[in-house]
């Protein structure tokens, strides 16, 4: 199975997350693919935008916790996902993502790297990674209150809650909430390629440059890299998979 789809209209592009069996979560080889695309993609005369979504109803719950679970500090701070996540942000074009379902931890990461975010009626949005003993990893934490303000990116990110289309609308976190959120997305997508490439290019770079130049991403990755070898991370995972309440011991 191709994990990544990618299907071209015309003057933009959308890239489906396809890993529906497990909720699109985004393994190491599916977020390098997306890279790659996107990469690609940067330097594609006829593409000049991309609308991303996920497969049979979810966006993308997460990272994949079966590669986080064996993970220790040594191996995140050299992490090959560090320059997948990199490139993605580096894309210089209009990213629109659609929320259906599941953007949690990983999966909300990377939708904050969207430029628009359009969620639907089953959007369910949350950096959950305080349930198991780690941090967001990929910047979220940061481009969370960057969007929503610091309480609202506390109350998310500390009690690990999940807030619905309603909710991610009001407070920010999303540019348009729809009946339909891929079809929605793609009429936005198609508005936008149809729109001056130079001058949304420059003015999607001054956008992130002023978001993001205050914002502590290497102290944010710095620290979840260093909880992944410790026995709450263990715990936390584990009760997971157990589907019980963990026992954080602060070790």
Not at 35 to 58: H, K, W
Not at 91 to 119: H, I, N, Q, T
Not at 220 to 229: H, I, M, V, Y
Request: hydrophobic content about 50%; charged content about 20%.
């Amino acid at each position: 199975m191709t994990h990544l789809l990618e299907i071209g209209e015309g003057a933009w592009t959308r890239l489906v997350l396809n890993r529906p069996a497990a909720r699109n979560a985004l393994n190491t080889a599916l977020l390098a693919d997306l890279a790659a695309t996107l990469q690609r993609l940067a330097t594609t005369p006829d593409c000049r935008a991309v609308l991303l979504y996920g497969a049979e109803g979810n966006f993308a719950a997460g990272a994949d916790i079966a590669e986080i679970e064996t993970k220790t500090t040594a191996e995140g701070a050299t992490d090959p996902r560090k320059a997948h996540w990199a490139a993605i942000r580096a894309f210089p074009k209009p990213l629109v993502a659609a929320v259906e379902g599941f953007a949690l931890g990983g999966g909300l990461e990377l939708a904050l790297m969207s430029d628009l975010l359009v969620v639907g009626p089953t959007a369910r949005l949350g950096l959950p990674e305080t349930n198991l003993g780690l941090i967001p990893g990929a910047g979220g934490g940061q481009r969370l209150m960057s969007r929503i303000g610091p309480a609202r990116a506390s109350r998310m990110v500390l009690t690990g809650e999940i807030i619905d289309a309603p909710t991610a609308f009001a407070w920010g976190l999303a540019s348009h909430l729809a009946d339909d959120a891929v079809t929605e997305a793609a009429t936005l997508t198609a508005k936008l390629a149809d729109r001056a490439p130079l001058a949304l290019m420059a003015a999607k770079a001054a956008l992130v440059a002023g978001a993001e130049a205050a914002l502590a991403l290497a102290q944010e990755r710095q620290a979840f890299e260093s909880l992944l070898d410790t026995a709450d991370k263990a715990e936390g995972i584990r009760a997971f998979r157990e589907k019980r309440k963990p026992g954080f011991q602060g070790k």
